[in-house]
């Protein structure tokens, strides 16, 4: 076998693609209240932040308070105030409702093309769409997106012309 064999074997690919993380680091201490942030595996909202001073073990600790993007559960973590956390890329996108499918999920048309994955939320989001679709309106949602997961999160209607 040539060296250069093993150096293609062993080449890395260059996709070109930069969008392609799900999450990026960020210090504990440059996060902010009503930013994103990873608690215990989940995309999380944070809404409270406390810092302890450092004590006989070292660092100062980090507690954070958040709300699971896709959940809406309340998730506590805590991380010492000098290490790197995973922050989640969060994507908030408009799309047109063309129709709910049988099976419960949105048709949706953007720029981009067709959407068929996301799930009409349960309650009154879900309901308020199906309204707006019922009353002939041009129904827009927004679309949350974060480490593969989708979500709507709100509508908007405009009557037809």
């Known amino acids: 076998m040539s060296a250069n ?3 293609e074997k062993y080449a890395a690919e260059a996709t070109g693609n930069a969008d392609a993380a799900l999450t990026y680091p960020m210090q504990a201490p440059a996060l902010h209240k009503s930013g994103y942030t990873m608690l215990k595996g989940k995309s999380c909202k ?3 932040i406390s810092t302890a001073k450092p004590g006989k073990h070292g660092h100062a600790k980090c507690t954070f308070k958040g709300r699971d993007i896709f959940t809406g559960a309340i998730v506590e973590d805590f991380h010492p105030s000098s290490y790197n956390m995973e922050v989640p890329v969060v994507k908030k996108t408009e799309y047109d409702v063309l129709h709910v499918s049988r099976d419960g ?3 949706l048309l953007s720029e981009l093309g067709e959407k ?3 799930k009409i939320p ?3 989001l879900g309901q308020r769409i199906r309204d707006y679709l019922d009353q002939g309106k041009i129904v827009t949602v927004i679309i949350l997106a974060a ?3 989708e979500i709507a999160i709100d509508v908007k209607a405009v009557a037809e012309d």
Do not use: K
């Open 122 to 124: 349960e309650g009154d």
């Open 116 to 118: 068929q994955d996301v």
């Open 147 to 149: 480490v593969g997961q």
């Open 5 to 7: 064999s093993d150096d």
């Open 46 to 48: 944070i809404l409270e």
């Open 105 to 107: 999920f949105l048709n």
